[in-house]
């Protein structure tokens, strides 16, 4: 029989679990009882299926008639939140930024519920939206579809911490119209309103923090798997919970030239063999990321639905790039050479690099483990940064080696050895005192060594750095070069970890740094200011630009953004180190400053600000523009709330701008 793939699992799981919580496990299993279902109420529970529209509504219709609530789908709807929206969703909704940009995107947030209709936004603004709904030909209208529909809609501004919206259905197909329209309003908070208290695992950084979690908990299975083909079977079923999709595919061998191994989730095995037959870059409507590191080719890995969100992209390939790790280590594990000392020196690197969280982290890993793989005297990662190779780690060799490497910088006009890394071969590169190259011989002669295995870290568009194993004594080059696989090996494992802590650090910058200026956002700012209220006394600096419109409007916002730009990095350069300075939006700036010194040189601190904003900026087009700003400040004690600090700021700063005469108004509560 063929799959459907018309509702998605996340209502199903959510109609179920409002039964279960109104009238226990008894209620559940009488409604799929009367819905014609036959699976056990386990298979409901599971967001990564879909279901057929037809299974969605006689579940829905099964649900009223026991609860004895006609509007089932519009509570369902409503509580939405509690009952089934899953991390990696939430967090790709989250990161939009509010429910205005949600609404704008949607037709690929309704993607992620249903197949079986088109939603669109027909306008916009600030506060209010006009959504339209289409169920496409071939299904039948249903009440229960429209009431969910409108619960869903009210939910939009509930994720982002603010009071549900308030939703009129003013056109419907069930009464004849060619589509369903609901006028979506909600309240616009200011940037320093209080939120409404979340539920617990609301927060976005609860979100994030249970999306590295799960991340964490794949790599220590991955590791502990043993067998590649367990390996596999972990990643196609946790790829699942990382990505929202309709259908998963894993096409890879547990090494390369090895028989491949299929998995499938959401799909018939016909399907499936359909799929397998054609390449991956065929398919329509897919997210396709290869499993594979530098010289090796597993397999691809491959999420089916019309659209995702660029959150879901990286956190598909940083899946792919943790199973290539695993299949890196266990496949080295199997072939290694020297038995049991080489296997366990692996299997230790790849379990201290899943819980590597820095480029630092992971080249100090990298280095300890090649020494104990390659049998050398002392081993090193540099790691390029500003056009340069530096050192980022050194094992052995004792305290005089380090001081040395750590002093160690590596540019193209030195040596030709930089070249080969830009190069980019993938080759391992033996230098000893044959070597031709001058700054070669003076590195050997400066570090004792007789020989250099050197080996790139890249992957491909992305080189890292070099590692290098040494050796004081003679080695036989014919020997180093057989055993450079090995090195490597070690090598690629630390480029894809790097690889996926960049992914990672991607969306953490998302979720906590302006994108126009760098600064803190206001989420970051609010986290921040929490922690400085738990410590002790510091003071809050409330920065709004005077005349800021009139800039957008007579030069352009191109030339509002660069003045946005240059008033933050001024801001920076006026505090203390330690101190942080934010953009809550628009044109309004924050400034936390901490401890009873910072509380105290509050007045200066606004002086400098308001001194250093004077200075003239010049923007696209040569004009030349004065930034005017109301500072406004507040002290604070130890266990005051936020929100109470952040009022005084704003009252301050606004107390400012009334009375503002000269360049720059400044108050101070």
Known sequence: METMRETAGLTLRAILRYVRARGGDGAVRLVLGLAGETEPAEAYDDPRRWWSYETKINVFAAAAKVLGDESIGLHVGQSILSYSVNTPLRLGLLLLGGPAQLIRVIATTSAKFNSTADMSTLSSSKDVATVRYRLRAGYTPSRYDCDYTRGLLTQLPALFGRPPATVVHEACQLDGAEACVYTVRWRQRRWLSRRPA???????????????????????????????????????????????????????????????????????????????????????????????????????????CRDFFDAERRMLDAYANLAAVALDALSALETAAEGRRMAESLLDLARRLTTARSAAEVAEVTAEAVRSVMAADSATVLLHTDGRLRVAASAGGGAEHLRKARGLSISRDDTELFERFRAGSGAARVYDRDDPDPYILGLLDTFGHDMMLVVDIALPGHPYGILVAAYDTPQHTAKARETAGRM???????????????????NWRLAHVDPLTGLSNRRAFLSALDTALGAGEGAVLFIDLDGFKQVNDALGHAAG??????????????????????????????????????AAAVPELAGRIGEALTEPIVVTGGETVRARASIGGTRFAAGEESRVVLHRADTAMYSAKRGAAAVAGQALR
């Open 198 to 304: 979340a539920p617990a695992g609301d927060a976005s950084g609860d979100v994030l923090a249970g999306r590295m979690e799960l991340l964490q908990r794949t790599v220590a299975e991955l590791v502990a798997a043993e067998q590649p083909e367990r390996a596999l079977a972990i990643v196609a079923e946790r790829a699942g919970f990382a990505v929202n999709a309709e259908a998963f595919l894993l096409v890879a061998g547990a090494a390369p030239g090895a028989p491949r191994q299929v998995h499938g989730y959401g799909l018939s095995p016909a399907e499936i063999e359909v799929l397998c037959a054609a390449p991956p870059t065929s398919f329509d409507g897919t997210l396709v990321v290869d499993i594979a590191t530098p010289g090796r080719y597993y397999g691809y890995l491959v999420a089916f």
């Open 488 to 506: 490597t090996g070690v090598a690629d494992q630390a480029a894809t970890v790097l690889r996926t802590c960049e992914l990672l650090e991607s």
């Open 561 to 598: 953004d660069e003045l946005l730009a240059a008033v933050a990095g001024r801001l920076g350069g006026c505090v203390r180190a330690g101190d942080v300075v934010a953009r809550l939006g628009g044109d309004e700036f924050v400034v936390l400053t901490h401890g009873a010194a910072g």
